[in-house]
Structures are given as C-alpha cells and as structure tokens.
C-alpha cells in the first residue's frame, strides 16, 4: 500500500465531542485548557458544542447531535481532510442508541490516521505538544492509488 503526506496548519481543526455521562468531564477539561483551544478552530456535535460555546465563550462550529447524525458527519469530514484533531470523551460502560456511528467515527479516525483523544489524560497529551502548535505531516494510506 502506498502512503501519502497530508499537511496539517499551525491552527488545527479540533473536534470535540462528549457522551452525556462524559460532558462535565470534557468541559472541565476545555476550560483548562481553554488557553490552547482558543488558538485553534473548534468543532462540536449539537448539545456539547453549545455548552462549551455558553460556558468557554469561544466560537463552536456545531454538527449536528451524535445520535441525530453528527458522529457520521465528522466522520465525513475526517474522510474529506477537514479534521486534523478528534477529543472524544465517550463511556464505554453506557451503552449508546447510536453505538455503531460512535464505533464508525473512531474506527474512520484510525483510517485516516487522525489524533484521537479518548479521556482526559490522552488529551492532555495531544494538546500539551509542542506538533499542536506547528505544522505537521501525517501519514496516512492512500486509498485512491489501490
């Protein structure tokens, strides 16, 4: 399989999204952190990127809610080359009504070799890197010269 570069901007596209048990969580974090993310352009589904737009005061480009579509539309934009980032607090012991396009989104992130957070701590380390403020070039399959 051959490989290609895709270039990543200083300012990255970061997505962020929350199951409902994980919302206070990953808000916690994004004010912690609200430093960094305001240097960056931010994403997020329906209800999670309202909240952090209320409480953080940052503009939040929204999708749509994760059960409703959302998780597929990032999806989409991570096929597409238009998200460098996902943060993705998700409970793995809830079961979700929408497992399969939560499983697909991370499955699609993996693919597309995007950095993804998972929890807290995993977060801390993309953000805290010194690649989060710098250009960089990720490797991914080319899927088009098959």
Known sequence: MQTKEVSLPEKKRIVLVAHDNKKKALLEWAKYNKGTLSKHILFATGTTGKLLQTELGLEINRF?????????????????????????????????????????????????????????????????????????????????RK
Do not use: T
Not at 76 to 90: L, N, P, Q, R, T
Not at 111 to 124: K, T
């Open 64 to 144: 749509l809610s994760g059960p409703l579509g959302g998780d597929q539309q990032i999806g989409a934009k991570i096929a597409e080359g238009e998200m460098d980032v996902v943060i993705f607090f998700w409970d793995p012991l809830e079961p979700q009504p929408h497992d399969v396009d939560v499983k697909a989104l991370l499955r699609i992130a993996v693919v597309y070799n995007v950095p993804i957070a998972c929890n807290r701590s995993s977060a801390d380390f993309i953000v805290s890197s010194s690649l989060m403020s710098s250009e960089y070039s990720r490797i991914v399959e080319d899927y088009e």
